[in-house]
């Protein structure tokens, strides 16, 4: 029975682990298909992480927080959309840009909460339900955030592959000089699935801010922004295969603070390179291997579009 | 009047050595509000940013101390953006230089002889090419994406130098801290100002850049990595390997991080210590930026960069800004220089309603 509930207690904390991922690569999916690649998620993730956090703070209600974290998430798109979109600037560059100043900026508003506490998101309790065993705490026992990323995985799979404007927005990545010819508006489109990336990562953020650990820390996302955009190209843009790779990752980062609570004798050090170098990993074998998955991304992703006058 | 807006025929040449200029003067008024807003004394917040770190001997030597690394890194950058290979990682390639070159001065402790200290800048050089062959071999080979892996491996340097200061390599005489043993004076660069911390490395950093330059106007290995970057169809046709120049590019930036690295570990530093640069790394792609890629503007890039570092200390003393100014400045001259560059490629004209006519017989024939 107890090692039972000890395993259902790490897959806990492993859907924890993996959310604030599944968001921002969410986001940064959606950009993607557009045809625009945002290097900024990092950035983006900690805007929000911030804003949540000090909102929280400031009027004691997590939901104005969370708010104000989708909201400086979509600002930070809104102003690389600007950048990239409307003054063609180069992505790549504007990306890494969003990343400087986002940590800069987060650092800048955040030196006046470190070390505050705050009441987290709270648990969603059901009558009964939740007290389930087994069941219970695995399904039926997550803040709101938690069920929010799993609903837009679906929301955006459905979003993508069954909608009329889904269909725009894949057509508008895959060839952007065909569907400004049939009429479709690029930009605005372009625009849009941005701003959504923003509204993802900053919804991210918080949840790093406000439930996974709740606390400001300075640069709190520590690259989960950079393993976003690899977990991208993983699921081959596509929402289902992202939630099976962001839990991947969840894992990951879940087992190797286990083997550093267990002493195996290892430094630290090296189990915290463990998410990082299975991000090279996976990267080199999506790459190498058979499956070609890279052949899937988008054909117009971080190719600059002017529609003629 | 309605603004119109319409492509240049060719890139406007004065505007793009003119909007570095612009992005800096446009950082410098919004630094202006942003220190107002957060209820500093503006015109004292920007002079002791800006201006007052220039104004002392001192404040100079600094200013060439922390541009040196800039510099070095920008120029190897700079290289590689020009082919349109995208190394981030060179704060992961800076530890490793600083591991492998710090390696060799604690392993010759208390050695006298003047070839320590080339031997560490080899040993420097070499560790940061071989932590960029990572990227570079994952890139040649299996086309894997170098933006995520440099950055990748820069956190796993990060850790790895931790490892090292915390465990082996701690010093047994120094309490505890997570610090190796200071480096003899063997193994220490020469200082070329006396009474300041300013060494040897920012003379090598300033040949560093005129030789980048040579480079890449004078050798057909500089053309080749110009049309590489810029027409990828053409190089190809023209038979210049694409995987020559990314091994090209990510050895050069690699190495040159990692000779920043055993510079400040060697200079003002003087040991290993688990966090030995203020992100060098990332602003020196601000720097190659703002150079315009071109390793002679690096240097006042350079500069304006290690500014923005001195300068957030200063008013960090003097009027009580936070510490983390530096960084918003830094992302905030990015954003404006990237945002000037459109003025490059494209022209605003002013012109009365209901002429369309006039203008269309302008626009260039795309």
Known sequence: MS?????????????????PLLLAALGELVTERSGVLNLGVEGMMLAGAVSGFAVTVSTGSVALGVLAAALAGMLMAFVFGVLTLSLMANQVATGLALT?????????????????????????????????????????????????????????????????????????????????????????????????????????????????????????????????????????????????????????????????????????????????????????????????????????????????? | MLPRIERRRELDHRMFYLSPVLAVALTIVTGFLLFLAMGYDPLQGVFHFFVSPL??????????????????????????????????????????????????????????????????CLAGILGGMAYAAI??????????????????????????????????????????????RMFTESAILPVVLAGTRLHLGVIVALLVAVTGWVLMTRTIIGFQIRVVGQAPAAAAFAGFSRTRMIWLTLMTSGGLAGLAGLF????????????????????????????RLNPLGIIPAGLIMALSYIGGENAQVEVG?????????????????????FLVRYRIRLQAPGTPAAARAEAPAE
């Open chain 1, 3 to 19: 090692s039972e509930f000890a395993f259902v207690l790490t897959l806990v904390t492993v859907i924890s682990a993996a959310t």
């Open chain 1, 100 to 309: 400087i100043f986002g940590i800069g900026l987060s650092s800048l508003i955040g030196a006046g909460f470190v070390g505050i506490p705050v009441t987290p998101l709270p648990k969603l309790h059901i009558p009964v339900i939740s007290s389930l065993p087994v069941v219970g705490p695995l399904l039926f026992s997550h803040d709101a955030l938690i069920y929010l990323s799993i609903a837009l995985t679906v929301g955006v799979a459905w979003f993508l592959k069954r909608t009329r404007w889904g269909m725009v927005l894949r057509a508008v990545g895959e060839s952007d000089e065909s569907a400004h010819s049939i009429g479709y508006n690029v930009i605005a489109v372009r625009y849009l699935a941005v701003v959504f990336g923003g509204f993802a990562s900053g919804l991210a953020g918080a949840f790093l801010s406000l439930s996974y650990t709740p606390m400001w820390i300075e640069h709190m996302t520590a690259g989960r922004g950079w393993i976003a955009l690899a977990l991208v190209v993983f699921s081959s843009w596509r929402p289902l295969r992202l939630l099976f790779g962001a839990y991947l990752f969840g894992g990951v980062t879940i087992l190797q603070l286990y083997a550093q609570g267990a002493g195996i004798g290892v430094p630290a050090q090296i189990m915290s390179m463990l998410p990082y170098v299975a991000t090279i990993i996976v990267l080199t074998v999506i790459a190498a291997g058979p499956w070609r998955a890279r052949l899937d991304a988008p054909a117009c992703l971080g190719k600059p579009f002017r529609p003629a006058t």
């Open chain 2, 55 to 120: 104004l002392s001997g001192y404040g100079l030597a600094e200013l060439g101390l922390k541009a040196g690394p800039l510099i070095l890194i920008g120029v190897g950058l700079a290289l590689g953006f020009r082919a349109n290979v995208w190394n981030i990682g060179a704060e992961g390639q800076l530890t490793m230089g600083a591991v492998a070159g710090g390696g060799i001065a604690l392993a010759l402790w208390g050695v006298d002889g003047f070839w320590v200290l080339p031997l560490m």
């Open chain 2, 135 to 180: 990227p570079a071999f994952l890139k040649a080979r299996f086309d894997v994406n170098e933006i995520l892996t440099s950055l990748m491996l820069t956190y796993v340097a990060t850790l790895f130098l931790s490892m090292l200061v915390y465990g082996p390599w701690r010093d047994p005489m120094g309490f505890n801290f997570p610090q190796s």
């Open chain 2, 264 to 291: 400040e570990v060697a200079g003002p530093i003087g040991q290993l210590i688990p966090v030995i640069t203020p992100g060098y790394g990332f602003t020196a792609i601000i720097v190659a930026f703002l150079g």
């Open chain 2, 321 to 341: 800004t936070p510490q983390a100014m530096t960084g918003v400045f830094q992302g905030m001259l990015l954003f404006f220089l990237l945002a000037s560059d």
